[in-house]
């Protein structure tokens, strides 16, 4: 081969080595980059469901006193964090604080429905409707509809112990 022949092949291999170092530049910022967003999104999505998380608190809304203190007074022997609601308004203000279990009666009085309050609660907190309403069928149904479960009243002992160990487990599958 010829000197200029010779030439002309290093500059090409020069310019190849050149345009090969750059890719490998940008290859190795891109990935750069696809870390630093694998770990933004990350940590943002871990963040997001700490604090989505609701905690571990009952809220028990029912218009009846000593309805609403009995399952209050059972729930903390249980050693639940629990608190109590007469009226729609007193649970929608309580409800912001994002419990992780909402036992509703289905009817409050004067305030009128209970049922508004499945449909306020965060995704994440847990409802267990407890009603003395006589229509079973559709107990039934509202609580599939609410995503909730439901509970007929009056609670006896057997079924209050049943009913705070269904709300102890729901709390922690809200919480965890």
Do not use: F
Not at 45 to 70: H, K
Not at 116 to 139: I, K, N
């Amino acid at each position: 081969m010829t000197a200029v022949a010779l030439r002309a092949l290093d500059q090409l291999a020069e310019r190849e080595r050149v345009a090969s170092e750059r890719v490998c530049v940008a290859a190795d910022l891109a990935t750069a980059d696809v870390r630093a967003t694998r770990r933004a999104v990350t940590t943002g999505v871990e963040a997001y469901t700490r604090n989505s998380r609701p905690v571990p608190r009952v809220l028990v809304v029912d218009d009846e006193t000593a309805v609403r203190e009995g399952l209050v007074t059972a729930l903390r022997v249980a050693g639940l964090d629990a608190e109590g609601a007469a009226t729609i308004d007193t649970a929608r203000e309580a409800l912001k604080a994002r419990p992780a279990v909402l036992v509703v009666d289905v009817l409050l009085g004067r305030d009128g429905l209970g049922v508004a309050l499945l449909g306020e609660r965060h995704p994440y907190t847990r409802a267990l409707v407890v009603s003395a309403h006589t229509d079973t069928t559709a107990l039934a149904a509202l609580a599939r509809v609410a995503r909730a479960e439901w509970m007929p009243r009056p609670v006896s002992a057997e079924a209050l112990v049943k009913l705070v160990a269904r709300v102890r487990a729901m709390v922690q599958e809200a919480t965890s």
